[in-house]
Nanobody, 127 residues
């Protein structure tokens, strides 16, 4: 059974860094998209970063380009999101998710085809 478990959230001050992890288990697919999303209070969920299972370009939302980096450790079945220079507007619940269809393509930052989600981890940025 596919499971996604996020961890690493917390409360940091503006300008600080945080690394989120997403442990993936039970994934039997070869072709899929995996990504990070977030939902800030009172706002819709938005895509942060995403990549195809076989590699290629990692897409980032404009709001986090140059500050956030997504990476994978295939040996550990873990997805990471390194977040630097955090801002108060980054405050949100962060989720990892998988598009099992593998069809998101260049629109992988949209959550339309993502059907498996973790429980989320809270990130709060404030002084």
């Amino acid at each position: 059974q596919l499971q996604l478990v996020e961890s690493g959230g917390g409360h940091v001050q503006p300008g600080e860094s945080l690394t989120l992890s997403c442990d993936v288990s039970g994934l039997q697919l070869s072709y899929y998209y995996i990504g990070w999303f977030r939902r800030a209070p009172g706002k819709e969920r938005e895509g942060i970063s995403c990549v195809f299972s076989l590699g290629g370009t990692t897409n980032y939302a404009d709001a986090v380009k140059g500050r956030f980096t997504m990476s994978r450790d295939n040996a550990k079945n873990t997805l990471y999101l390194q977040m630097n220079n955090l801002k108060p507007e980054d405050t949100a619940v962060y989720y990892c998710a998988i598009d099992r269809t593998g069809a998101s393509g260049s629109r992988c930052l949209r959550d339309t085809l993502y059907s498996f989600w973790g429980q989320g981890t809270q990130v709060t940025v404030s002084s």
